[in-house]
């Protein structure tokens, strides 16, 4: 329900956080679910690729962009809610 209205998950609520596109617009759940989490989960289930694209996502935090790798194939910011 969160993630549908508000671009929070439980967790991004309680410590204050959301989603939106990169353009500051609110982003669609179909949006969300097929480009943020789908892909990503299609992606770590294949063998050693899967591991790799995991390690790489987390390091990519430090980033100047700040953007995890499943952020920018979604087009997607974390914003202070």
């Known amino acids: 329900y969160l993630l549908a209205t508000r671009g929070q998950t439980v967790g991004k609520k309680i410590v204050g956080l959301r989603i ?5 617009e609110a982003a669609s759940l179909q949006h969300l679910v097929l480009m ?6 299609a992606i770590v289930v294949l063998p050693y690729f899967g591991m790799l694209y995991g ?5 990519a935090i430090f980033r100047e962009s700040r953007q995890c790798l499943h952020d920018s194939i979604a087009d997607t910011i974390v914003i202070k809610a």
């Not at 390690?55 to 390091?59: I, K, R, S, T, Y």
């Open 20 to 24: 939106v596109r990169s353009n500051g």
């Open 55 to 59: 390690l790489v996502d987390c390091l």
């Open 36 to 41: 943020r989490y789908a892909i990503t989960q």
